[in-house]
Protein backbone atom coordinates (compact mmCIF):
# COMPACT_ATOMS: atom_id res chain seq x y z
CA UNK A 1 0.00 0.00 0.00
CA UNK A 2 1.58 3.37 -0.67
CA UNK A 3 2.48 5.58 1.81
CA UNK A 4 -0.54 7.81 1.05
CA UNK A 5 -2.82 5.25 1.03
CA UNK A 6 -2.16 4.77 4.94
CA UNK A 7 -3.93 5.90 7.97
CA UNK A 8 -1.90 8.23 9.77
CA UNK A 9 -2.15 7.48 13.33
CA UNK A 10 -1.16 9.14 16.85
CA UNK A 11 -0.69 7.04 19.78
CA UNK A 12 -1.88 9.01 23.01
CA UNK A 13 -1.37 7.58 26.39
CA UNK A 14 -2.49 8.57 29.23
CA UNK A 15 -1.67 7.73 32.68
CA UNK A 16 0.17 8.66 35.51
CA UNK A 17 3.46 8.35 35.19
CA UNK A 18 4.85 8.42 38.71
CA UNK A 19 7.63 8.13 37.62
CA UNK A 20 7.88 7.45 33.44
CA UNK A 21 9.74 4.36 33.63
CA UNK A 22 11.50 2.37 30.48
CA UNK A 23 8.50 0.11 29.70
CA UNK A 24 6.56 3.42 28.95
CA UNK A 25 8.68 4.24 26.26
CA UNK A 26 8.50 0.49 25.08
CA UNK A 27 4.84 0.56 25.04
CA UNK A 28 4.94 3.09 21.81
CA UNK A 29 7.91 1.48 20.78
CA UNK A 30 6.25 -1.67 20.20
CA UNK A 31 2.74 0.19 19.15
CA UNK A 32 4.70 2.08 16.28
CA UNK A 33 6.00 -1.28 14.69
CA UNK A 34 2.65 -3.30 15.57
CA UNK A 35 0.69 -0.27 13.67
CA UNK A 36 3.52 0.43 11.01
CA UNK A 37 3.92 -3.62 10.43
CA UNK A 38 0.05 -4.10 9.39
CA UNK A 39 0.69 -2.35 6.39
CA UNK A 40 -2.39 -0.10 6.56
CA UNK A 41 -1.08 2.38 9.41
CA UNK A 42 1.72 4.61 9.66
CA UNK A 43 2.43 6.35 13.17
CA UNK A 44 3.42 10.03 13.13
CA UNK A 45 3.78 10.32 16.58
CA UNK A 46 3.50 9.59 19.90
CA UNK A 47 2.10 11.78 23.27
CA UNK A 48 2.50 11.09 26.96
CA UNK A 49 -0.60 13.38 28.38
CA UNK A 50 0.58 12.84 32.73
CA UNK A 51 -2.76 12.73 34.55
CA UNK A 52 -3.30 16.53 36.69
CA UNK A 53 -3.13 15.70 39.91
CA UNK A 54 -7.02 15.95 41.17
CA UNK A 55 -6.90 12.50 40.10
CA UNK A 56 -6.28 12.00 43.38
CA UNK A 57 -4.41 8.94 43.54
CA UNK A 58 -2.14 7.42 46.54
CA UNK A 59 1.23 8.74 46.08
CA UNK A 60 0.58 10.57 43.08
CA UNK A 61 3.37 13.31 43.81
CA UNK A 62 3.11 17.06 41.66
CA UNK A 63 2.20 17.10 37.98
CA UNK A 64 4.90 19.58 38.03
CA UNK A 65 7.79 16.95 38.50
CA UNK A 66 6.08 13.99 36.47
CA UNK A 67 5.71 16.31 33.09
CA UNK A 68 9.47 17.27 33.88
CA UNK A 69 10.72 13.85 34.00
CA UNK A 70 8.26 12.73 30.83
CA UNK A 71 9.82 15.09 29.48
CA UNK A 72 13.62 14.21 30.21
CA UNK A 73 12.74 10.76 29.42
CA UNK A 74 11.42 11.76 25.63
CA UNK A 75 14.46 14.15 25.38
CA UNK A 76 15.93 12.00 23.01
CA UNK A 77 12.90 10.50 21.01
CA UNK A 78 12.43 11.95 17.49
CA UNK A 79 8.38 11.36 17.63
CA UNK A 80 7.43 11.27 21.31
CA UNK A 81 6.42 13.45 22.61
CA UNK A 82 4.89 15.21 25.93
CA UNK A 83 1.24 17.10 26.26
CA UNK A 84 0.42 19.10 29.32
CA UNK A 85 -2.61 20.67 28.61
CA UNK A 86 -4.29 17.32 30.49
CA UNK A 87 -1.80 17.78 33.67
CA UNK A 88 -3.12 21.91 33.90
CA UNK A 89 -6.39 21.93 34.23
CA UNK A 90 -7.77 22.05 37.74
CA UNK A 91 -10.31 19.28 37.46
CA UNK A 92 -9.79 15.67 36.77
CA UNK A 93 -10.28 15.07 32.78
CA UNK A 94 -11.70 12.10 31.78
CA UNK A 95 -9.79 10.17 29.16
CA UNK A 96 -12.28 10.96 26.28
CA UNK A 97 -11.95 14.48 26.90
CA UNK A 98 -8.38 13.92 26.11
CA UNK A 99 -8.50 12.38 23.28
CA UNK A 100 -11.13 14.74 21.78
CA UNK A 101 -8.96 17.73 22.75
CA UNK A 102 -6.17 15.77 20.90
CA UNK A 103 -7.96 14.80 18.15
CA UNK A 104 -9.61 18.53 17.84
CA UNK A 105 -5.93 20.09 18.04
CA UNK A 106 -4.60 17.92 15.17
CA UNK A 107 -7.67 19.17 12.69
CA UNK A 108 -7.24 22.65 13.27
CA UNK A 109 -3.13 22.76 12.47
CA UNK A 110 -4.38 20.12 9.42
CA UNK A 111 -6.31 23.10 8.33
CA UNK A 112 -4.11 25.45 8.92
CA UNK A 113 -1.58 23.78 6.93
CA UNK A 114 -3.77 23.17 3.89
CA UNK A 115 -4.18 26.56 4.10
CA UNK A 116 -0.55 27.53 4.05
CA UNK A 117 1.17 25.70 1.35
CA UNK A 118 0.24 26.17 -2.58
CA UNK A 119 1.63 24.18 -4.57
CA UNK A 120 2.65 26.31 -7.61
CA UNK A 121 6.36 26.57 -8.29
CA UNK A 122 5.80 29.91 -11.06
CA UNK A 123 5.78 33.25 -8.25
CA UNK A 124 3.55 35.53 -10.84
CA UNK A 125 0.84 33.06 -10.49
CA UNK A 126 1.18 32.43 -6.86
CA UNK A 127 -0.55 34.81 -5.57
CA UNK A 128 -3.58 34.22 -7.70
CA UNK A 129 -3.86 30.51 -7.26
CA UNK A 130 -3.30 30.89 -3.37
CA UNK A 131 -6.61 33.19 -3.32
CA UNK A 132 -8.09 30.91 -4.82
CA UNK A 133 -7.39 27.82 -3.15
CA UNK A 134 -8.09 30.00 0.36
CA UNK A 135 -11.52 29.91 -0.93
CA UNK A 136 -11.73 26.73 -1.61
CA UNK A 137 -10.38 25.09 1.79
CA UNK A 138 -12.47 27.33 3.47
CA UNK A 139 -15.57 25.12 2.01
CA UNK A 140 -13.46 22.00 2.93
CA UNK A 141 -13.54 23.13 6.69
CA UNK A 142 -17.49 22.96 6.57
CA UNK A 143 -16.92 19.37 5.23
CA UNK A 144 -13.51 18.12 6.54
CA UNK A 145 -11.46 15.46 4.71
CA UNK A 146 -11.07 13.37 7.50
CA UNK A 147 -9.02 10.88 5.33
CA UNK A 148 -6.11 13.34 5.52
CA UNK A 149 -6.36 14.02 9.32
CA UNK A 150 -4.15 12.01 11.33
CA UNK A 151 -6.24 9.52 13.84
CA UNK A 152 -5.81 9.76 17.64
CA UNK A 153 -5.28 6.01 19.26
CA UNK A 154 -5.35 5.19 23.01
CA UNK A 155 -2.24 3.64 23.56
CA UNK A 156 -2.29 1.85 26.60
CA UNK A 157 -1.20 -1.79 28.67
CA UNK A 158 -3.88 -4.58 29.32
CA UNK A 159 -4.03 -3.11 32.90
CA UNK A 160 -6.54 -0.28 31.45
CA UNK A 161 -8.32 -2.26 29.15
CA UNK A 162 -8.99 -4.39 32.06
CA UNK A 163 -10.36 -1.31 34.18
CA UNK A 164 -13.02 -0.63 31.80
CA UNK A 165 -14.60 -3.49 34.01
CA UNK A 166 -14.29 -1.73 37.07
CA UNK A 167 -17.13 -0.54 38.58
CA UNK A 168 -17.77 3.78 38.56
CA UNK A 169 -14.50 3.71 37.08
CA UNK A 170 -15.52 4.98 33.36
CA UNK A 171 -18.74 5.80 32.34
CA UNK A 172 -19.87 3.56 29.50
CA UNK A 173 -20.69 5.81 27.17
CA UNK A 174 -17.55 6.87 27.50
CA UNK A 175 -15.99 3.37 26.74
CA UNK A 176 -18.03 3.15 24.00
CA UNK A 177 -16.78 6.36 22.46
CA UNK A 178 -13.54 5.78 22.87
CA UNK A 179 -13.45 1.93 21.16
CA UNK A 180 -15.93 3.55 18.90
CA UNK A 181 -14.95 7.06 17.49
CA UNK A 182 -10.97 6.46 18.55
CA UNK A 183 -9.48 3.01 18.81
CA UNK A 184 -7.41 1.37 21.19
CA UNK A 185 -4.00 -0.33 21.26
CA UNK A 186 -3.32 -2.34 24.26
CA UNK A 187 0.53 -3.92 24.58
CA UNK A 188 -0.30 -7.17 26.93
CA UNK A 189 1.66 -10.36 27.60
CA UNK A 190 -1.50 -12.28 28.48
CA UNK A 191 -3.23 -12.08 25.03
CA UNK A 192 -5.32 -14.62 26.01
CA UNK A 193 -6.79 -12.87 28.97
CA UNK A 194 -7.49 -9.88 26.90
CA UNK A 195 -9.56 -11.32 23.87
CA UNK A 196 -11.47 -12.75 26.77
CA UNK A 197 -12.29 -9.55 28.15
CA UNK A 198 -13.24 -8.43 24.56
CA UNK A 199 -15.15 -11.13 24.13
CA UNK A 200 -17.23 -10.83 27.42
CA UNK A 201 -17.85 -7.12 26.94
CA UNK A 202 -20.88 -6.43 24.28
CA UNK A 203 -19.16 -3.06 23.73
CA UNK A 204 -16.24 -3.87 23.60
CA UNK A 205 -16.70 -7.03 20.78
CA UNK A 206 -18.80 -4.86 18.76
CA UNK A 207 -15.94 -2.32 17.89
CA UNK A 208 -13.06 -5.49 18.14
CA UNK A 209 -11.45 -4.01 14.92
CA UNK A 210 -10.84 -1.04 16.41
CA UNK A 211 -8.81 -2.54 19.26
CA UNK A 212 -5.66 -3.57 18.38
CA UNK A 213 -3.59 -6.18 20.88
CA UNK A 214 0.03 -6.09 20.64
CA UNK A 215 1.69 -9.07 22.08
CA UNK A 216 4.80 -7.84 24.29
CA UNK A 217 6.81 -11.60 24.25
CA UNK A 218 8.71 -10.91 27.06
CA UNK A 219 8.06 -9.51 30.52
CA UNK A 220 9.52 -6.25 31.49
CA UNK A 221 7.46 -5.18 34.88
CA UNK A 222 8.95 -1.90 35.35
CA UNK A 223 5.90 -0.95 36.67
CA UNK A 224 6.11 2.78 38.70
CA UNK A 225 4.77 1.08 41.73
CA UNK A 226 7.89 -1.05 42.18
CA UNK A 227 10.42 2.11 41.27
CA UNK A 228 9.03 3.93 44.12
CA UNK A 229 9.44 0.99 46.66
CA UNK A 230 13.16 0.69 45.46
CA UNK A 231 13.53 4.45 45.55
CA UNK A 232 12.07 4.24 49.35
CA UNK A 233 14.26 1.02 49.93
CA UNK A 234 17.56 2.81 49.04
CA UNK A 235 18.00 0.31 46.24
CA UNK A 236 18.99 1.24 42.54
CA UNK A 237 16.88 2.36 39.36
CA UNK A 238 19.50 2.12 37.27
CA UNK A 239 18.78 0.67 33.49
CA UNK A 240 14.97 0.65 34.51
CA UNK A 241 14.62 4.25 34.26
CA UNK A 242 16.16 6.65 31.34
CA UNK A 243 19.59 8.24 33.19
CA UNK A 244 18.05 12.10 32.96
CA UNK A 245 15.28 10.32 35.11
CA UNK A 246 16.87 9.07 37.61
CA UNK A 247 18.86 12.01 38.22
CA UNK A 248 15.91 14.59 38.55
CA UNK A 249 14.50 12.12 41.08
CA UNK A 250 17.72 11.98 42.96
CA UNK A 251 18.02 15.87 42.73
CA UNK A 252 14.86 16.69 43.83
CA UNK A 253 14.65 13.51 46.47
CA UNK A 254 11.09 13.31 44.97
CA UNK A 255 9.96 9.83 46.16
CA UNK A 256 9.56 8.82 50.15
CA UNK A 257 7.43 7.36 52.47
CA UNK A 258 5.79 10.65 52.78
CA UNK A 259 4.99 11.01 49.49
CA UNK A 260 3.73 7.75 48.98
CA UNK A 261 1.28 9.02 51.82
CA UNK A 262 -0.35 11.47 49.62
CA UNK A 263 -3.79 11.29 49.20
CA UNK A 264 -4.36 8.33 51.46
CA UNK A 265 -7.86 7.91 51.95
CA UNK A 266 -9.05 10.53 49.37
CA UNK A 267 -11.53 9.06 47.00
CA UNK A 268 -10.06 8.87 43.08
CA UNK A 269 -11.62 11.50 41.20
CA UNK A 270 -13.54 8.96 38.26
CA UNK A 271 -14.81 7.31 41.40
CA UNK A 272 -15.90 10.37 43.21
CA UNK A 273 -17.46 11.86 40.33
CA UNK A 274 -19.16 9.17 38.67
CA UNK A 275 -20.58 7.55 41.69
CA UNK A 276 -22.03 11.51 42.79
CA UNK A 277 -23.38 11.90 39.09
CA UNK A 278 -25.30 8.36 39.46
CA UNK A 279 -26.82 9.07 42.84
CA UNK A 280 -27.50 12.66 42.13
CA UNK B 1 32.92 -2.73 64.22
CA UNK B 2 34.08 -5.39 61.92
CA UNK B 3 34.62 -3.59 58.57
CA UNK B 4 32.97 -4.86 55.42
CA UNK B 5 34.45 -7.43 53.22
CA UNK B 6 35.13 -5.56 49.46
CA UNK B 7 33.61 -7.47 46.76
CA UNK B 8 34.55 -6.94 43.15
CA UNK B 9 31.57 -8.82 40.81
CA UNK B 10 32.99 -10.34 37.85
CA UNK B 11 30.47 -11.27 35.17
CA UNK B 12 31.38 -13.76 32.54
CA UNK B 13 28.65 -14.15 29.65
CA UNK B 14 28.29 -13.75 25.56
CA UNK B 15 27.04 -10.17 25.55
CA UNK B 16 26.29 -10.50 22.57
CA UNK B 17 24.84 -7.89 22.58
CA UNK B 18 25.15 -6.51 26.28
CA UNK B 19 21.74 -5.23 27.23
CA UNK B 20 20.26 -3.70 30.43
CA UNK B 21 19.38 -6.36 31.92
CA UNK B 22 23.18 -7.53 32.24
CA UNK B 23 23.19 -4.09 33.64
CA UNK B 24 20.83 -4.91 36.23
CA UNK B 25 22.64 -7.69 37.52
CA UNK B 26 25.61 -5.49 38.77
CA UNK B 27 22.96 -2.99 40.40
CA UNK B 28 20.58 -5.29 42.17
CA UNK B 29 23.79 -7.31 43.34
CA UNK B 30 25.71 -4.84 44.85
CA UNK B 31 22.42 -3.86 46.09
CA UNK B 32 21.57 -6.84 48.03
CA UNK B 33 25.28 -7.25 49.15
CA UNK B 34 25.68 -4.12 50.59
CA UNK B 35 21.82 -4.92 52.34
CA UNK B 36 23.65 -7.80 54.38
CA UNK B 37 25.81 -5.53 55.95
CA UNK B 38 28.78 -7.84 55.08
CA UNK B 39 29.71 -6.70 51.80
CA UNK B 40 31.20 -3.55 50.19
CA UNK B 41 31.20 -3.83 46.85
CA UNK B 42 33.93 -1.63 45.07
CA UNK B 43 34.25 -2.93 41.39
CA UNK B 44 32.40 -4.84 38.59
CA UNK B 45 33.81 -6.86 35.41
CA UNK B 46 32.14 -7.62 32.61
CA UNK B 47 34.63 -10.17 30.35
CA UNK B 48 32.68 -11.04 26.96
CA UNK B 49 33.72 -14.51 26.11
CA UNK B 50 36.24 -15.14 23.51
CA UNK B 51 34.83 -16.05 19.90
CA UNK B 52 36.61 -19.80 20.06
CA UNK B 53 33.51 -20.46 22.07
CA UNK B 54 31.63 -20.71 19.02
CA UNK B 55 28.48 -19.96 20.15
CA UNK B 56 25.80 -19.68 17.02
CA UNK B 57 25.45 -15.97 15.86
CA UNK B 58 28.09 -14.55 18.03
CA UNK B 59 29.82 -11.65 16.66
CA UNK B 60 33.42 -11.03 16.74
CA UNK B 61 34.56 -9.86 20.06
CA UNK B 62 35.96 -6.55 19.33
CA UNK B 63 32.67 -5.26 18.49
CA UNK B 64 31.23 -7.27 21.99
CA UNK B 65 33.54 -5.62 23.80
CA UNK B 66 33.15 -2.19 22.09
CA UNK B 67 29.05 -2.21 23.02
CA UNK B 68 29.84 -3.24 26.23
CA UNK B 69 32.53 -0.38 26.67
CA UNK B 70 29.82 2.02 25.37
CA UNK B 71 26.89 0.79 27.41
CA UNK B 72 29.49 1.12 30.68
CA UNK B 73 30.32 5.55 29.94
CA UNK B 74 27.92 6.11 32.29
CA UNK B 75 28.61 3.87 34.92
CA UNK B 76 31.39 4.66 37.89
CA UNK B 77 31.79 1.28 39.16
CA UNK B 78 31.26 -1.30 36.62
CA UNK B 79 34.06 -1.98 33.39
CA UNK B 80 34.26 -3.94 30.68
CA UNK B 81 37.92 -6.41 30.16
CA UNK B 82 39.15 -7.86 27.34
CA UNK B 83 41.11 -10.09 28.85
CA UNK B 84 39.42 -13.31 27.97
CA UNK B 85 38.05 -11.91 24.80
CA UNK B 86 41.80 -11.68 23.69
CA UNK B 87 43.40 -15.37 24.43
CA UNK B 88 44.09 -16.86 21.69
CA UNK B 89 41.47 -20.14 23.29
CA UNK B 90 38.81 -20.52 24.71
CA UNK B 91 38.66 -20.67 28.36
CA UNK B 92 37.08 -21.82 31.47
CA UNK B 93 35.59 -19.19 33.69
CA UNK B 94 37.33 -20.65 36.58
CA UNK B 95 40.65 -19.85 35.06
CA UNK B 96 39.31 -16.03 34.15
CA UNK B 97 38.45 -15.83 37.84
CA UNK B 98 41.73 -16.76 38.68
CA UNK B 99 43.47 -14.49 36.24
CA UNK B 100 40.91 -11.43 37.84
CA UNK B 101 41.48 -12.59 41.26
CA UNK B 102 45.66 -12.28 40.79
CA UNK B 103 45.19 -8.71 39.26
CA UNK B 104 43.20 -7.32 42.20
CA UNK B 105 46.10 -9.18 44.21
CA UNK B 106 48.62 -7.32 42.16
CA UNK B 107 47.09 -4.14 41.76
CA UNK B 108 46.24 -3.26 45.90
CA UNK B 109 48.51 -0.59 47.92
CA UNK B 110 51.27 -2.07 49.53
CA UNK B 111 51.49 -1.13 53.44
CA UNK B 112 54.10 0.47 54.62
CA UNK B 113 56.08 -1.11 57.55
CA UNK B 114 58.36 -4.21 58.25
CA UNK B 115 56.46 -6.55 55.77
CA UNK B 116 56.20 -4.06 53.02
CA UNK B 117 56.21 -4.92 49.41
CA UNK B 118 54.61 -8.21 50.21
CA UNK B 119 50.85 -9.10 49.64
CA UNK B 120 50.20 -10.96 52.73
CA UNK B 121 51.23 -8.08 55.24
CA UNK B 122 47.58 -6.87 54.67
CA UNK B 123 44.99 -7.17 57.16
CA UNK B 124 42.48 -10.23 55.95
CA UNK B 125 39.35 -8.21 55.90
CA UNK B 126 40.92 -5.76 53.71
CA UNK B 127 41.85 -8.35 50.87
CA UNK B 128 38.94 -8.32 48.02
CA UNK B 129 37.02 -11.40 47.48
CA UNK B 130 36.15 -11.84 43.78
CA UNK B 131 32.59 -13.38 43.19
CA UNK B 132 31.05 -14.65 40.04
CA UNK B 133 28.04 -13.08 39.35
CA UNK B 134 25.41 -14.54 37.21
CA UNK B 135 21.76 -15.58 36.52
CA UNK B 136 19.91 -18.12 38.74
CA UNK B 137 19.60 -20.08 35.02
CA UNK B 138 23.60 -20.60 35.44
CA UNK B 139 23.39 -23.05 38.62
CA UNK B 140 21.38 -24.93 36.36
CA UNK B 141 23.47 -25.86 33.87
CA UNK B 142 26.35 -26.83 36.71
CA UNK B 143 24.04 -29.81 35.80
CA UNK B 144 24.77 -30.36 32.73
CA UNK B 145 27.16 -33.19 31.31
CA UNK B 146 30.47 -32.10 30.97
CA UNK B 147 29.43 -28.64 30.04
CA UNK B 148 31.68 -27.94 33.64
CA UNK B 149 34.63 -29.96 35.46
CA UNK B 150 33.09 -30.85 39.02
CA UNK B 151 36.69 -29.33 40.47
CA UNK B 152 36.11 -26.06 38.48
CA UNK B 153 32.38 -25.95 40.59
CA UNK B 154 33.86 -26.89 43.31
CA UNK B 155 36.75 -24.03 43.19
CA UNK B 156 34.06 -21.40 41.75
CA UNK B 157 32.00 -21.89 44.60
CA UNK B 158 34.85 -22.17 47.41
CA UNK B 159 37.58 -20.09 46.60
CA UNK B 160 35.51 -17.09 44.94
CA UNK B 161 31.98 -17.52 45.52
CA UNK B 162 28.83 -16.91 43.32
CA UNK B 163 26.18 -13.99 43.67
CA UNK B 164 23.08 -15.52 41.37
CA UNK B 165 20.41 -12.91 40.37
CA UNK B 166 16.84 -15.01 40.29
CA UNK B 167 15.24 -15.21 37.05
CA UNK B 168 11.66 -16.06 35.82
CA UNK B 169 11.37 -20.08 35.28
CA UNK B 170 14.15 -21.14 37.44
CA UNK B 171 14.34 -21.94 40.93
CA UNK B 172 17.75 -21.62 42.13
CA UNK B 173 17.36 -23.25 45.65
CA UNK B 174 16.46 -26.49 43.88
CA UNK B 175 19.25 -26.14 41.69
CA UNK B 176 21.69 -26.01 45.19
CA UNK B 177 19.43 -28.74 47.11
CA UNK B 178 20.08 -30.97 43.99
CA UNK B 179 23.72 -30.94 44.03
CA UNK B 180 26.21 -31.67 46.93
CA UNK B 181 29.19 -29.55 46.46
CA UNK B 182 26.38 -26.37 45.92
CA UNK B 183 24.60 -27.56 49.09
CA UNK B 184 28.64 -27.37 50.92
CA UNK B 185 28.98 -24.31 50.06
CA UNK B 186 26.09 -22.74 49.84
CA UNK B 187 26.62 -19.65 52.31
CA UNK B 188 29.31 -18.53 49.69
CA UNK B 189 26.05 -18.84 46.66
CA UNK B 190 24.34 -15.52 47.59
CA UNK B 191 20.52 -16.06 46.10
CA UNK B 192 19.30 -12.01 44.84
CA UNK B 193 15.67 -11.61 44.21
CA UNK B 194 15.28 -9.15 41.36
CA UNK B 195 11.86 -7.80 42.15
CA UNK B 196 11.55 -6.57 38.15
CA UNK B 197 10.79 -9.43 36.29
CA UNK B 198 12.59 -9.17 33.29
CA UNK B 199 12.77 -11.69 30.07
CA UNK B 200 14.84 -9.45 28.68
CA UNK B 201 17.94 -11.50 26.62
CA UNK B 202 20.01 -10.88 24.34
CA UNK B 203 18.40 -13.44 22.43
CA UNK B 204 15.17 -11.21 21.77
CA UNK B 205 17.28 -8.11 21.36
CA UNK B 206 18.83 -10.29 17.92
CA UNK B 207 15.71 -11.30 16.86
CA UNK B 208 14.00 -7.94 17.16
CA UNK B 209 16.56 -6.07 14.99
CA UNK B 210 16.53 -8.95 12.55
CA UNK B 211 13.00 -8.59 11.81
CA UNK B 212 13.24 -4.83 11.99
CA UNK B 213 11.87 -3.71 15.37
CA UNK B 214 12.65 -1.16 17.65
CA UNK B 215 14.73 -2.12 20.88
CA UNK B 216 15.17 1.06 22.75
CA UNK B 217 15.00 1.39 25.44
CA UNK B 218 16.00 -2.21 26.58
CA UNK B 219 19.84 -1.60 25.69
CA UNK B 220 21.77 1.69 25.59
CA UNK B 221 21.35 4.17 23.02
CA UNK B 222 24.65 4.60 22.78
CA UNK B 223 25.09 0.34 22.23
CA UNK B 224 22.40 0.94 19.30
CA UNK B 225 23.97 3.52 17.62
CA UNK B 226 26.80 0.83 17.14
CA UNK B 227 24.71 -1.74 15.79
CA UNK B 228 23.56 0.22 13.63
CA UNK B 229 26.44 1.74 12.02
CA UNK B 230 28.20 -1.34 12.25
CA UNK B 231 25.22 -3.56 10.57
CA UNK B 232 25.36 -6.26 13.29
CA UNK B 233 23.00 -8.30 13.61
CA UNK B 234 21.30 -8.08 10.96
CA UNK B 235 20.09 -11.82 10.02
CA UNK B 236 22.08 -11.17 7.11
CA UNK B 237 25.66 -12.29 7.36
CA UNK B 238 27.02 -11.20 4.43
CA UNK B 239 25.90 -7.84 5.58
CA UNK B 240 27.80 -8.38 9.04
CA UNK B 241 30.93 -6.12 8.96
CA UNK B 242 32.28 -8.63 11.27
CA UNK B 243 33.46 -10.71 7.88
CA UNK B 244 35.10 -10.14 4.69
CA UNK B 245 32.30 -9.63 1.65
CA UNK B 246 33.31 -12.55 -0.12
CA UNK B 247 31.41 -13.20 -3.30
CA UNK B 248 29.30 -16.03 -3.27
CA UNK B 249 28.39 -17.55 -6.35
Not at chain 1, 93 to 113: I, P
Not at chain 1, 199 to 224: M, P
Request: net charge neutral.
Amino acid sequence: MENSEKTEVVLLACGSFNPITNMHLRLFELAKDYMNGTGKYRVIKGVISPVGDAYKKKGLISAHHRVIMAELATKNSEWVEVDTWESLQKDWVETLKVLRHYQEKLEASSCDHQQDSPRLERPGRKRKWAEQRQDFSQKELLEPKTKDVPKVKLLCGADLLESFGVPNLWKSEDITRIVGDYGLICITRAGNDAEKFIYESDTLWKHRNNIHLVNEWITNDISSTKIRRALRRGQSIRYLVPDLVREYIEKHDLYSPESEERNVGVVLAPLQKNTAEANS
Amino acid sequence: MKSRIPVVLLACGSFNPITNMHLRLFEVARDHLHQTGMYKVIGGIISPVNDNYRKKDLVAAHHRVAMARLALQTSDWIRVDPWESEQAQWMETVKVLRHHHSELLRSLPQTEGPDHGRAHSLAPTAVPELKLLCGADILKTFQTPNLWKEAHIQEIVEKFGMVCVSRTGHNPKEYISGSAILQRYQHNIHLVREPVQNELSSTYIRRALSQGQSVKYLLPDAVITYIKEHNLYTGDSSKDSTQRNETSW
